[in-house]
Protein backbone atom coordinates (compact mmCIF):
# COMPACT_ATOMS: atom_id res chain seq x y z
CA UNK A 1 0.00 0.00 0.00
CA UNK A 2 1.34 3.42 -0.67
CA UNK A 3 2.10 5.94 1.78
CA UNK A 4 1.36 9.54 2.21
CA UNK A 5 3.42 11.83 4.64
CA UNK A 6 1.44 14.59 5.61
CA UNK A 7 2.64 18.28 6.44
CA UNK A 8 2.33 19.11 10.56
CA UNK A 9 -0.37 21.84 9.53
CA UNK A 10 -2.39 18.79 8.13
CA UNK A 11 -1.94 16.44 10.92
CA UNK A 12 -4.55 17.98 13.15
CA UNK A 13 -6.94 17.07 10.46
CA UNK A 14 -5.64 13.19 9.76
CA UNK A 15 -5.77 12.28 13.86
CA UNK A 16 -2.34 13.74 14.26
CA UNK A 17 -0.59 10.95 12.03
CA UNK A 18 2.49 11.91 10.52
CA UNK A 19 2.17 9.67 7.41
CA UNK A 20 -0.79 7.02 6.82
CA UNK A 21 -0.75 3.96 4.99
CA UNK A 22 -3.46 3.73 2.62
CA UNK A 23 -5.69 1.62 0.18
CA UNK A 24 -5.58 2.88 -3.80
CA UNK A 25 -4.54 2.41 -6.98
CA UNK A 26 -4.02 5.83 -8.31
CA UNK A 27 -2.77 8.92 -6.48
CA UNK A 28 -6.44 10.12 -6.57
CA UNK A 29 -7.78 7.04 -4.89
CA UNK A 30 -5.01 7.67 -2.34
CA UNK A 31 -5.94 11.09 -1.28
CA UNK A 32 -9.54 9.98 -1.73
CA UNK A 33 -8.86 7.00 0.80
CA UNK A 34 -6.45 9.74 3.34
CA UNK A 35 -9.97 11.95 3.22
CA UNK A 36 -12.50 8.80 4.21
CA UNK A 37 -12.98 9.26 8.37
CA UNK A 38 -10.99 12.82 7.99
CA UNK A 39 -13.47 14.54 5.94
CA UNK A 40 -12.27 18.04 7.30
CA UNK A 41 -8.72 17.43 5.26
CA UNK A 42 -10.82 17.78 2.34
CA UNK A 43 -11.38 21.69 2.12
CA UNK A 44 -7.56 22.27 2.70
CA UNK A 45 -7.08 19.55 -0.54
CA UNK A 46 -9.78 19.79 -2.74
CA UNK A 47 -11.51 23.53 -4.12
CA UNK A 48 -15.21 23.48 -3.88
CA UNK A 49 -14.96 22.58 -7.36
CA UNK A 50 -13.12 18.99 -6.94
CA UNK A 51 -9.93 20.06 -7.68
CA UNK A 52 -6.73 20.06 -6.13
CA UNK A 53 -5.99 23.09 -4.23
CA UNK A 54 -3.27 25.68 -6.10
CA UNK A 55 -1.43 25.88 -3.23
CA UNK A 56 -1.00 21.98 -2.49
CA UNK A 57 1.96 20.05 -4.24
CA UNK A 58 1.70 16.35 -4.27
CA UNK A 59 4.25 14.21 -5.18
CA UNK A 60 5.23 10.57 -5.68
CA UNK A 61 8.45 10.02 -4.46
CA UNK A 62 10.31 12.40 -6.42
CA UNK A 63 8.13 13.49 -9.30
CA UNK A 64 5.72 15.82 -8.80
CA UNK A 65 2.41 14.41 -9.89
CA UNK A 66 1.60 17.35 -11.99
CA UNK A 67 4.78 16.40 -14.56
CA UNK A 68 3.23 12.88 -13.99
CA UNK A 69 -0.89 12.06 -14.95
CA UNK A 70 -1.93 13.52 -12.23
CA UNK A 71 -4.30 12.71 -9.90
CA UNK A 72 -4.62 9.62 -12.53
CA UNK A 73 -1.27 8.79 -11.92
CA UNK A 74 -0.42 4.59 -10.78
CA UNK A 75 0.57 4.02 -7.08
CA UNK A 76 1.80 0.74 -5.73
CA UNK A 77 3.19 -0.52 -2.96
CA UNK A 78 6.31 1.21 -1.53
CA UNK A 79 5.82 3.85 -3.08
CA UNK A 80 5.52 7.55 -0.83
CA UNK A 81 2.97 10.63 -1.62
CA UNK A 82 4.22 14.03 -0.38
CA UNK A 83 1.82 16.43 0.03
CA UNK A 84 4.07 19.52 -0.09
CA UNK A 85 2.53 23.15 0.83
CA UNK A 86 3.40 25.53 -2.00
CA UNK A 87 4.72 28.17 0.37
CA UNK A 88 5.78 31.96 -2.15
CA UNK A 89 5.23 35.68 -1.84
CA UNK A 90 7.16 38.91 -1.79
CA UNK A 91 7.25 42.38 -1.26
CA UNK A 92 5.51 43.16 -4.61
CA UNK A 93 1.86 43.00 -4.68
CA UNK B 1 7.99 32.26 19.98
CA UNK B 2 10.83 30.95 17.67
CA UNK B 3 14.68 30.69 18.66
CA UNK B 4 17.03 30.49 15.66
CA UNK B 5 20.30 28.78 16.49
CA UNK B 6 23.59 30.58 15.55
CA UNK B 7 24.15 28.39 12.17
CA UNK B 8 21.07 28.32 10.75
CA UNK B 9 21.20 32.39 11.54
CA UNK B 10 24.29 32.54 9.07
CA UNK B 11 23.10 30.34 7.09
CA UNK B 12 19.29 32.44 6.29
CA UNK B 13 21.92 35.89 6.54
CA UNK B 14 24.19 34.35 3.70
CA UNK B 15 21.37 33.11 1.65
CA UNK B 16 19.66 36.69 1.74
CA UNK B 17 22.54 38.57 1.43
CA UNK B 18 23.85 36.38 -1.85
CA UNK B 19 20.69 36.33 -3.48
CA UNK B 20 20.25 40.69 -2.87
CA UNK B 21 18.87 42.54 -5.06
CA UNK B 22 16.65 39.18 -5.30
CA UNK B 23 14.34 38.01 -2.89
CA UNK B 24 15.63 34.94 -1.07
CA UNK B 25 13.77 32.16 0.14
CA UNK B 26 13.76 28.56 2.20
CA UNK B 27 12.98 26.17 4.94
CA UNK B 28 13.68 26.41 8.41
CA UNK B 29 13.72 22.92 10.21
CA UNK B 30 13.92 22.18 14.22
CA UNK B 31 12.32 21.17 17.09
CA UNK B 32 8.86 21.97 19.18
CA UNK B 33 8.51 22.27 22.72
CA UNK B 34 4.25 22.44 22.68
CA UNK B 35 3.13 24.43 20.62
CA UNK B 36 4.61 27.80 20.19
CA UNK B 37 8.10 27.16 21.81
CA UNK B 38 9.87 26.26 18.37
CA UNK B 39 13.82 26.24 17.71
CA UNK B 40 14.70 26.26 14.23
CA UNK B 41 18.33 24.49 14.22
CA UNK B 42 18.14 24.34 10.46
CA UNK B 43 17.86 26.74 7.90
CA UNK B 44 17.81 25.49 4.17
CA UNK B 45 18.55 28.01 1.31
CA UNK B 46 16.38 26.93 -1.36
CA UNK B 47 16.12 28.30 -4.97
CA UNK B 48 13.55 30.87 -5.86
CA UNK B 49 11.31 29.46 -8.87
CA UNK B 50 9.78 32.48 -9.06
CA UNK B 51 9.19 33.01 -13.08
CA UNK B 52 9.12 36.79 -13.32
CA UNK B 53 10.95 39.65 -11.51
CA UNK B 54 12.72 38.18 -8.65
CA UNK B 55 13.50 41.56 -6.80
CA UNK B 56 10.18 41.53 -5.00
CA UNK B 57 8.64 37.94 -5.36
CA UNK B 58 9.66 34.57 -4.39
CA UNK B 59 8.15 30.66 -4.70
CA UNK B 60 9.61 28.38 -3.00
CA UNK B 61 10.97 25.33 -5.58
CA UNK B 62 8.67 22.83 -4.79
CA UNK B 63 11.97 19.99 -5.14
CA UNK B 64 14.04 22.04 -2.96
CA UNK B 65 11.05 21.37 -0.17
CA UNK B 66 10.43 18.36 -0.82
CA UNK B 67 14.12 17.92 0.22
CA UNK B 68 13.52 19.53 3.42
CA UNK B 69 10.95 17.72 4.24
CA UNK B 70 13.10 14.62 3.72
CA UNK B 71 15.75 16.05 5.58
CA UNK B 72 13.78 16.50 8.37
CA UNK B 73 12.27 13.30 8.59
CA UNK B 74 15.55 11.61 7.80
CA UNK B 75 16.98 13.79 11.21
CA UNK B 76 13.94 13.71 13.56
CA UNK B 77 13.42 17.70 12.95
CA UNK B 78 10.18 19.17 12.34
CA UNK B 79 9.37 21.41 9.39
CA UNK B 80 8.37 25.18 11.73
CA UNK B 81 8.22 27.36 8.52
CA UNK B 82 9.68 29.38 6.00
CA UNK B 83 12.27 32.41 5.17
CA UNK B 84 12.41 35.22 2.63
CA UNK B 85 13.93 38.78 2.29
CA UNK B 86 13.00 42.06 1.26
CA UNK B 87 15.30 43.78 -0.78
CA UNK B 88 15.46 47.11 0.54
CA UNK B 89 12.14 47.07 2.32
CA UNK B 90 10.89 46.45 5.52
CA UNK B 91 10.58 43.06 7.51
CA UNK B 92 6.70 43.15 7.25
CA UNK B 93 4.49 40.43 6.17
CA UNK B 94 3.38 41.31 2.71
CA UNK B 95 -0.76 40.71 0.89
CA UNK B 96 1.22 38.35 -1.26
CA UNK B 97 3.40 36.65 1.43
CA UNK B 98 0.14 36.46 3.23
CA UNK B 99 -2.14 35.11 0.42
CA UNK B 100 0.21 32.46 -0.36
CA UNK B 101 1.22 30.75 2.93
CA UNK B 102 -0.08 28.33 4.99
CA UNK B 103 -1.16 28.37 8.77
CA UNK B 104 0.73 27.06 11.44
CA UNK B 105 4.22 27.88 10.06
CA UNK B 106 6.41 30.66 11.28
CA UNK B 107 7.51 33.05 8.36
CA UNK B 108 10.58 34.89 8.82
CA UNK B 109 11.21 38.22 6.74
CA UNK B 110 14.64 39.46 6.23
CA UNK B 111 15.14 43.26 5.61
CA UNK B 112 18.30 43.35 3.52
CA UNK B 113 19.04 47.09 3.16
CA UNK B 114 22.31 47.68 0.41
CA UNK B 115 23.26 43.83 0.74
CA UNK B 116 23.47 44.48 4.14
CA UNK B 117 20.71 42.44 7.15
CA UNK B 118 18.69 45.79 8.33
CA UNK B 119 16.26 43.52 10.39
CA UNK B 120 14.11 40.97 10.68
CA UNK B 121 10.61 39.67 12.12
CA UNK B 122 8.33 36.92 12.47
CA UNK B 123 4.38 36.08 11.31
CA UNK B 124 1.97 33.51 11.38
CA UNK B 125 -1.15 33.43 9.35
CA UNK B 126 -4.56 32.44 10.48
CA UNK B 127 -6.49 29.47 9.04
CA UNK B 128 -8.23 31.53 6.62
CA UNK B 129 -5.27 33.32 5.57
CA UNK B 130 -6.75 36.47 6.31
CA UNK B 131 -4.36 38.17 8.70
CA UNK B 132 -1.07 37.46 9.83
CA UNK B 133 -0.28 37.54 13.54
CA UNK B 134 3.51 38.83 14.52
CA UNK B 135 5.22 35.86 16.55
CA UNK B 136 7.96 36.24 18.98
CA UNK B 137 11.45 36.07 16.89
CA UNK B 138 14.94 35.33 18.81
CA UNK B 139 18.26 35.33 16.69
CA UNK B 140 21.56 36.06 17.61
CA UNK B 141 22.75 39.31 17.39
CA UNK B 142 26.37 39.75 14.60
Not at chain 1, 17 to 41: I, N, Q, R
Not at chain 2, 55 to 80: G, H, N, T, W, Y
Not at chain 2, 110 to 132: I, K, M, N, Q
Amino acid sequence: MPKILIPTPLRQYAGGAKEVEVAGATVGEALAELMTGHESLRKHLYSDEGRLRSFVNVYLNDEDIRFLDREATAVGEGDTLSIVPSIAGGRGA
Amino acid sequence: MLTITPEAWRTMVAHAREAYPRECCGVLLGTLAGEDERTATVAVACRNAYEGERRDRFVIDPSDQLAAQKRARAEDLEVLGFFHSHPDEEAYFSATDLAHSWPWYSNVVLSVRGGALAGAACFRADEARTRAEPEGLAYPVE
